[in-house]
Structure formats: C-alpha cells, structure tokens
C-alpha cells in the first residue's frame, strides 16, 4: 500500500530559526514528490516539486531533498518568519496522471 | 492568470439531504481532480477527469457521490444522502497535462462542508 506520513504533527519555533520537516513514503518507485504550504480556509499552494531523477530543489529559503532508496524527503526552512507559519504537506506521484498522495501535514508555527 | 474557482465556498446540511459543489478550473487545463481533506487529514482524491472522461474514481463512494465534467471544463460533485463523515473541504484542482515531468496541480480554496 502506497502511503506518505509526516512528522512531526505539530511544531513550534521562534522567529529565525532553522528548521527541517521530515517526510517518508512506502513506496520508493515514485515519479515526483512534492511539498504544499496550505493556510486555514485557504488552498494548497505549491513550494517545490522534485523529479524521481533529482536529489534536491531550492526556492528562496526553502530546500528541499529526495532520498528515493530510503523512502525519505525532508523540506529545510531557513531563518524562518512568521509569515511562515502554515501546515505543510507532502504528497507524491506515482505516475503520470499525477494523482498526489499526501502525508497528514505539518503544522508549524513560528511565534515573533 | 486566473486561478481556480470553486462555490460555494461553506455549506451546512442536514444528514440524508443532498449537496452539490461546483469548480472551474484554470483554462486550457486538461486534467481536473476532486479531492476530500477531512479535519486534521491530508487531501484524498476522489475522482480524477482527463478531458471530460473519468480516469480515476477508485476511492469514490460510488452509492453516495457523483461527479461529473461539462464538456471538459466545469465540474460538479454531488451528495446524496449525505452523512456526518462527510464533512470536510473538497478541493478542487486542475493541472494542464502537457505530459512535462515538473507539472504540478493548481487547488481552488476549496468548499468547507458541516453534515449535522
């Protein structure tokens, strides 16, 4: 069975610190992963998006990894704002139809 | 660009009547898929259309839920009878399908769904 999960469920940090959300996945034949913020009431809005055949991708202050052997991707936020704060969810693609399989979501809130 | 548009945007129903939602995707995009996030939860797909064809409707409770696509662009999802696990947000997305490998899916707001 194909499944995503994430951890930790929550976190919290103060302004300017660095920070790492871990994601792992069962299935390690995957065709892309990808990392959506979604804020309350609102949408998903896409960060980044790593092919199978990348190891990372870097927006701004995000970067995200891809450990495809090990089931693994984490997503970095460096000197992290409280803008920042949102849930951050992972999901992946196991073919070309593109059907996203999410984890459960981050919750992360960046106290000033 | 405008982006994805979904109405209404809240809706509170009583269990057993019936719902519909509406989404318009992003012009020119192909692919439009129905997803269900339950409170807490990650998004689940529901029903995924190529075109105004259904490609993926594997997780749809069939005795419940209709979906259908008008003309390959407009799409409406519909409950009935709905019950109390139904509540949640359905999203909607759309995505082009041009087949480029970094392709990813717009999401509209989404419809936030109470069952009492």
Do not use: M
């Not at chain 1, 992946?92 to 996203?100: A, E, I, T, W």
């Not at chain 2, 009547?17 to 020119?28: D, E, R, T, Y």
């Not at chain 2, 082009?96 to 069952?115: C, D, I, K, N, W």
């Amino acid at each position: 069975k194909q499944e995503v999960t994430q951890i930790p469920a929550a976190l919290s940090v103060p302004e300017g610190e660095n920070l790492v959300l871990n994601c792992s996945f069962t299935d390690s034949a995957i065709y892309n992963l990808q990392w959506f913020r979604q804020d309350p009431g609102k949408g998903l809005t896409s960060l980044l998006l790593i092919q199978s055949s990348q190891r990372e991708q870097t927006s701004g202050r995000l970067n995200a990894s891809l450990d495809k052997s090990s089931g693994r991707s984490t997503l970095y936020i460096a000197a992290s704002q409280p803008g920042d704060s949102a849930t951050y969810l992972c999901a992946v693609v196991y073919n070309q139809g593109g059907k996203l399989i999410f984890g459960q979501g981050t919750e992360l809130s960046v106290k000033p | 660009e405008a982006g994805v548009a979904q109405s209404p945007r809240y809706k509170i129903i009583e269990k057993r009547q019936s719902v519909a939602f509406w989404c318009n995707p992003i012009s020119g995009h192909a692919t439009l898929y129905w997803y269900q996030q339950i409170l807490g939860q990650g998004p689940k797909l529901l029903i995924q259309f190529q075109n105004n064809g259904v490609v993926d409707d594997s997780q749809l409770p069939k005795d419940r839920f209709s979906a259908e696509r008008l003309k390959g662009v407009d799409s409406t999802l519909k409950i009935q009878p709905a019950k109390l696990e139904d509540s949640a947000v359905y999203l909607c997305a759309s995505r082009h399908s041009s087949g480029r490998a970094e392709e990813t899916q717009y999401f509209g707001p989404g419809t936030r769904l109470l069952v009492l």
